[in-house]
């Protein structure tokens, strides 16, 4: 039996040593390893799958969260979508501005019945330009302060300025009824203190400025007469500035340090334009009449959109702004329109919906949203001429969107001008 034992030991001896040498390999390798990335670190637990509500993944999938991957135009369809369901979801919560006729801004010494025909804020709505109490002068305050900044009220308008547009944040141009456009500079390091000087009395000390451009608008042989500026809309891409002006026309100007006029169209429609906007998207200029919107692409002679007709009982169009494609129209009438320019029609009511039936279609009906009564003063004028009406439709001057918060603020009063009131609302 002792060789059986002895012949199991050699046996098994190589398997030992091999498998110490094996061990002991090991732990040099583990060895050097320590030496050069340090202590082995524990293994880690595997921790349970957090479990996430849906809110938690409808959250990540919203339009321009942050690290999310949005498809190439989506986010612009998404825009031209809401453009166009927008104003039928709208609803008015009026504003009360008491017995406000006009706003009091201190300055110089004029004609205090005129009263203010433009009003217009810069690019970074850090000054705002006016007329003055002289409705001739160009007045431009600070924001949001309402200190005096300068005047331009040497060797410019010799009647009212009705239209104000800027093309910089110290560049402006106004229009007058004296048928002259002007460009006006502020000195940036003139104004750029934000403490207005104050004399002895306490009262603000302000600059006197003078246009560095007058241009005259050329005279029709029409009506040549009446040349009067009613609107200007600036195209900062192009660095051009359009004008109407009462005669009928529509003219454009190259606007750099000076004013280089290049061309004059007659307009389709030549009654009361008094309003003007234009569209960065489509290069396209839009002219509000008594009846229509006249729409203008300086590119081409012949204009292929038609005008859009809006008879809102003679009142005419009186304020106008795009946004994509859709134009949004405030009528004399007291009344909102929305035209679609790519399809050439306003955008249409939604018809009444039952329980039985698919989704509302367009009912065929304009859709039209009508502004509150506003405030109206019933003095002798409102007896002895309009009869005392309870009921009088404001014009709609302005409006504007404020479309990250799906807004829109709308202004005006009524249309006679021997009327005082007022109208402000705001739909959301």
Known sequence: ??????????????????????????????????????????????????????????????????????????????????????PELLRERELALGTLNKVCIPMLRAQPSCGIHAIEMNPSQTFLATGGENPNSLAVYQLPTLD?????????????????AWMSDT?????????????????????????????DAGLPVYAHIHPRDVETIPRAST????????????????QELGAVSLDGYFHLWKARSTLSRLLSIRLPYCRENVCLTYCDELSLYAVGSQSHVSFLDP?????????????????????????????????????????????????????????DCCPPGPSGKKLKLTCGRGWLNHDDLWVNYFGGMDEFPNALYTHCYNWPEMKLFVAGGPLPSGLHGNYAGLWS
């Open 223 to 238: 009506n040549p007469s009446n040349r009067k500026v009613r609107a200007l809309a600036f195209n900062r891409k192009n």
């Open 171 to 199: 560049v402006a141009v106004s229009g007058s009824r004296d048928g002259t456009v002007a460009l006006w500079r502020m000195d940036p390091y003139t104004f750029s203190g934000s403490i207005t000087w104050h004399n």
């Open 299 to 355: 590119r081409q002679r012949q204009q292929n959109i038609r005008p859009l007709c809006s008879r809102e009982g003679g009142t005419g169009v009186r304020s106008l702004s795009f946004y994509q494609h859709i134009i949004t129209v405030g009528t004399g009438h007291g009344s909102l329109l929305f035209y679609d320019i790519r399809a050439q029609k306003f955008l249409e009511e939604r018809a009444s919906t039952s329980l």
């Open 148 to 164: 005096p900044v300068c005047l331009g009220d040497r060797q410019g308008h010799k009647d009212w300025i009705f239209a104000i």
């Open 1 to 86: 039996m002792a060789p059986q034992q002895t012949g199991s030991r050699e046996r098994k001896a190589p398997a030992i040593e091999a498998a110490a040498a094996s061990s002991s390999l090991k732990g040099a390798a583990e060895a050097a390893a320590a030496d050069h990335e340090g202590p082995l670190l524990p293994k880690k637990q595997k921790r349970p799958a957090t479990r996430r509500s849906l809110l938690h993944y409808l959250k990540g999938r919203e339009v321009g969260a942050r690290g999310c991957a949005v498809l190439p135009g989506f986010e612009g369809k998404l825009r031209g979508y809401a453009v166009q369901k927008l």
